[in-house]
């Protein structure tokens, strides 16, 4: 909100203008005044909410000027309706409310009481129940009301200052008066908030938590008095609650629910804002996707901060410290989110990792999911890391840090190893030829003898451990019935690390369809692949190809394919295999000839022997002429 904009309304002679001109010049103006004054801006300072720049508009109530009062009413986006006696207070209800609302305005008004010291001392807790409160019930719009007088300047500054507060700080997207509860969409932002203020998740602030939660919200410490204050308040609202433990979800939202009540939901405010929610209590767009650009040929991984927050993630929930996030286990985890992401739910989470013999999902299988996540979809990653809480070691670092981008890995066929620790294998081949046994038994999953073809693309993600004891993610992709279209797609294949050709060492024409496949795309060659024979625990039989798989392979100068079977301990040295050859593609790349021999040393040599030749025949020749 760059500015507030007041448009100061009420009968003539509530005092309008002069409260204008007592806040301007700090002083009661003794001397005659106009009847209108004109616009004021009072630019940002230390004292205005959110350091916002304020226009003071004032109007006459003259019927000739009606059309100059409805033009600025309009504009403006907070009304100060002014009243000083008895028949003006009527007037409120009679006239100025209706009045509102006939032009169609949805902007909160501040009711003032002004010209208090003509009225005497007075009891001002009597006059906002017996003149205040009934002409708010009535009316909604009504933000909040205040006693002034402009001749003893009292009140003035807080008069514009509740004016302003009413659009910085809005008592309405919190707190229905009609029911006396804080509206469904600012508890569910505070339940988020304590949530993750809660970091053992015991269910209570304790002590440390609520200085913590203090100084994050308020930029400063709070006193063991402020403490007991909050802990006494609670314990008089709801006598049948304890504190010892601290303070439990529902005392935080009572807690919350008596500041609203009491005209202190700029309170609330500065507790949602500090946790990057927008004035519709939706979290900030630029918290949940902060700019991250992923260069061509690159990717996304996690870095080390981003493990560390994901493995005491999982420590923290896993409560009954069985290895594993049961349902009950998750559902807690995820509460301060929309959900699961998308993507888990439409690849049947938790079966695309690791999971223990219950079924539930492991610390190994965890991060291994958020690996490739971050991989394939990175903005995911960063809008779940915002939802749960991730705070960088520097504060003012984004979530970003927990992410880093790998080196750009154009050039496969370059001879070493690519900067990545994750790595996408599409599997291929035909239908039956063991693809999805394959996927199940890197996720240590037993054999099942039943065929499931697969319809939609499949994924499967665990580490693998490389030569030297280096740690990689990979992923395993089959692409069931859209394997054609994901294999014309150009930037699929640019994502993937590494091609496995599979096929069914028992089935004659299982082969031929890899073959074709690489007759139809021929864009396959600039993929490192490597080709498998799956099912190698049955009888093998001469494929139906113009080309047995050995020569085949021995044409391209490519290794001969690896015989496997799901049901041999020897399967696990395949995914190492993969994991290698996505790592290092330089090694598995079809070759069309044999490569020229190196004679770079024979040149050397020659040239060496020529140069000597020379100085011999040189030296000679002085000598012969010398004699």
Not at 90 to 112: D, H
Not at 353 to 365: K, P, Y
Request: aromatic share 8%; proline share 6%; with cysteine.
């Amino acid at each position: 909100m760059a500015t507030v904009r007041i448009c100061v309304c009420g009968d003539e002679g509530t005092g309008k203008s002069s409260l204008i001109a007592s806040l301007v010049k700090d002083v009661f103006v003794t001397n005659k005044i106009q009847s209108v004054l004109p616009q004021i801006t009072i630019p940002p300072s230390i004292g205005t909410p959110e350091n916002v720049t304020t226009t003071i508009v004032d109007t006459s109530a003259r019927p000739q000027d009606r059309t100059t009062l409805r033009k600025e009413i309009r504009k403006s986006n907070v009304i100060l309706l002014v009243y000083s006696d008895h028949y003006s207070y009527e007037r409120v209800a009679l006239f100025w409310m209706p009045y509102f609302r006939s032009l169609g305005v949805n902007v909160p008004v501040v009711l003032c009481a002004n010209k208090s010291d003509l009225t005497g001392e007075g009891n001002t807790a009597q006059v906002v129940e017996e003149e205040m409160l009934p002409v708010m019930a009535e009316f909604r719009e009504i933000d909040s009301c205040i006693r002034s007088s402009a001749r003893e300047h009292r009140n003035v500054n807080e008069v514009f200052f509740l004016c302003q507060k009413a659009i910085t700080h809005p008592i309405a997207p919190l707190y229905d008066h009609k029911e006396g509860n804080l509206k469904p969409a600012c508890v569910d932002a505070l339940k988020r908030i304590f949530y993750l203020c809660d970091k053992d998740q015991d269910g209570f602030l304790n002590d440390q938590e609520m200085h913590d939660f203090q100084a994050k919200s308020f930029d400063k410490p709070l006193s063991r008095e402020d403490l007991e204050n909050i802990k006494s308040t609670i314990s008089k609202a709801f006598p049948e609650s304890s504190t010892d433990m601290g303070l439990d979800l529902q005392a935080f939202i009572q807690l919350n629910k008596i500041y609203a009540e009491k005209g202190r939901h700029e309170t609330i405010w500065i507790i949602l804002r500090k946790h990057h929610y927008t004035d519709s209590l939706s979290l900030e767009d630029s918290f949940l996707h902060p700019k991250l650009e992923v260069p061509e040929y690159a990717s996304a991984e996690l870095s080390p901060a981003g493990y560390r927050f994901f493995v005491d993630l999982f420590l923290l929930f896993d409560k009954d410290n069985d290895g594993g996030l049961n349902d009950q286990e998750l559902a807690a985890l995820f509460a301060p989110t929309p959900g699961l992401p998308p993507s888990w739910t439409e690849t049947g989470f938790p079966s695309s990792t690791v999971r223990n013999e219950a079924g539930h999902i492991t610390l190994q299988g965890w991060l291994a999911q958020w690996s490739m996540t971050t991989f394939l979809e990175p903005k995911t990653t960063l809008e779940y890391l915002a939802y749960l809480g991730f705070e960088a070691s520097n504060a003012r670092d984004p979530t970003t840090s927990a992410l880093k981008i790998t080196k750009p890995r154009k050039r496969r066929r370059r001879p070493g190893r690519i900067e990545r620790n994750v790595v996408l294998c599409y599997i291929l081949g035909a239908s039956g030829a063991g693809k999805s046994s394959l996927l199940d038994c890197f996720l240590n999953r037993p054999f099942e003898s039943l065929y499931h073809p697969t319809i939609k693309p499949r994924r499967a993600v665990n580490s693998v451990e490389l030569q030297g004891g280096k740690q990689c993610y990979l992923i395993l992709e089959e692409l069931g019935e859209l394997e054609p279209a994901i294999l014309e797609n150009q930037a699929k294949l640019d994502a993937c690390d590494l091609i496995c050709y599979a096929y069914d060492s028992s089935d004659p024409d299982s082969f031929s369809h890899i073959v074709d496949l690489r007759q139809r795309f021929p864009q396959l060659d600039e993929l490192p692949a490597i080709y498998t024979a799956l099912k190698a625990d049955k009888d093998k039989t001469t494929q139906r190809s113009e080309l047995q798989p050995d020569a085949y392979t021995a044409s391209l100068n490519m290794s001969a394919p690896l015989h496997v079977s799901v049901t041999w301990n020897s399967i696990s040295e395949l995914f190492v295999a993969l994991a290698e050859a996505a790592t290092n593609p330089s090694t598995a790349f079809p070759k069309s000839e044999e490569e020229p021999p190196d004679r770079t040393s024979l040149y050397v040599a020659l040239g060496a022997v020529a140069c000597a030749g020379l100085a011999a025949f040189m030296i000679w020749r002085r000598s012969t002429n010398s004699a």
